[in-house]
């Protein structure tokens, strides 16, 4: 680690902030530990208290291009929204971009917050922020409440039942030039799932062959870069069969292809439910190759050899 600063406010004594820098990470964290045993309390007219954390980028608020990572990819908030959608509040799977123009922007990520919200009129919390603020929301607080049967009640033990005391939400941040779909999701992914070290039984490990000329290796490979690999399963009611499904985050058509450790004897296009197309019948199987259309999803139904 490069250095740590760690933010404690008079003003707001229920949350700390950590900011780190790490040495050869191209990347901000930042950690918010909120005590939710020592929160305002919140009176009953007020039915609840939200509690957001504000991210105050200095970008132009007319010019910024906002992007929400979801299943599919990357959706443009609220270009991509339905009609009559609510525009200022959105969810996002793990990663949200902004960009001003072509030149630079910050691609953010949440390892525990989904819902952002856009400061703005709709927003009937007090506004600490101008207008077009990115803020995370992180719950939402309440002491009293009606019941049907109880009317009026208060809710005496601050925690659920085995809830810990202090509940944290992590962040990080990074800049970049341009816009790029797949580095932004493998961003949010690297930072939002903890590597793990396991060790092989001696009969797994690989060995050193041509094929493996290190101690380590993949039995399946998929190409390009981007192209992500969702699903390999048993086919339901076939033998030496499965289904394979691929997703391409990006905004133009890929063609994918798939490297495995066993002879392919035939391939088929399939749907999502894994039903064969009529003349989807696949050609090139060894390597694979699938056409996987912008921001889509293809599936294949792979017969292997026993």
């Given at each position: 680690m490069l250095n740590e600063l760690v933010i404690e406010r008079t003003g707001t004594p229920f949350v700390r902030t950590v900011v780190r820098l790490w040495r050869g990470v191209p990347r901000l964290e930042i950690t918010h530990v909120l005590d939710r045993t020592a929160l305002p309390p919140v009176p009953r007219e007020q039915h609840s208290q939200w509690h957001f954390f504000g991210f105050p980028l200095s970008l132009t608020a007319n010019g910024v291009q906002l992007r929400a990572e979801g299943p599919l990819g990357f959706r443009r908030v609220p270009e991509d929204s339905l009609p009559g959608a609510t525009v200022d509040k959105f969810a996002a799977q793990r990663v949200v971009d902004l960009r001003e123009g072509a030149g630079y922007g910050v691609t953010l990520a949440s390892r525990q917050a989904a819902v952002w919200q856009i400061n703005g009129p709709s927003l009937s919390a007090p506004k600490p922020w101008a207008d077009r603020v990115l803020m995370s929301t992180a719950l939402s607080h309440a002491l009293e409440g009606i019941t049907k049967d109880q009317g009026l009640t208060k809710f005496d033990a601050p925690l659920e039942p085995g809830a810990p005391r202090e509940q944290v939400f992590d962040y990080a941040l990074t800049a970049n030039a341009t816009f790029d779909a797949v580095a932004a999701e493998r961003f949010g992914r690297e930072f939002a799932v903890p590597l793990r070290a396991v060790t092989l039984p001696k009969p797994m490990f690989p060995r050193r062959t041509a094929k493996f000329r290190e101690p380590s290796g993949s039995f399946l490979r998929v190409e390009p870069e981007g192209v992500e690999w969702l699903t390999l399963r048993p086919a339901t009611g076939l033998e030496n069969?499965?289904?394979?499904?691929?997703?391409?985050?990006?905004?133009?058509?890929?063609?994918?292809?798939?490297?495995?450790?066993?002879?392919?004897?035939?391939?088929?296009?399939?749907?999502?439910?894994?039903?064969?197309?009529?003349?989807?019948?696949?050609?090139?199987?060894?390597?694979?190759?699938?056409?996987?259309?912008?921001?889509?999803?293809?599936?294949?139904?792979?017969?292997?050899?026993?």
């Open positions: 069969a499965f289904l394979l499904r691929l997703r391409n985050p990006r905004d133009r058509e890929a063609e994918a292809m798939v490297t495995l450790p066993i002879h392919v004897v035939s391939a088929q296009s399939c749907d999502l439910l894994g039903r064969p197309l009529s003349k989807g019948e696949l050609s090139e199987i060894n390597p694979l190759r699938l056409r996987v259309g912008p921001r889509g999803i293809a599936t294949a139904l792979v017969q292997v050899k026993e």
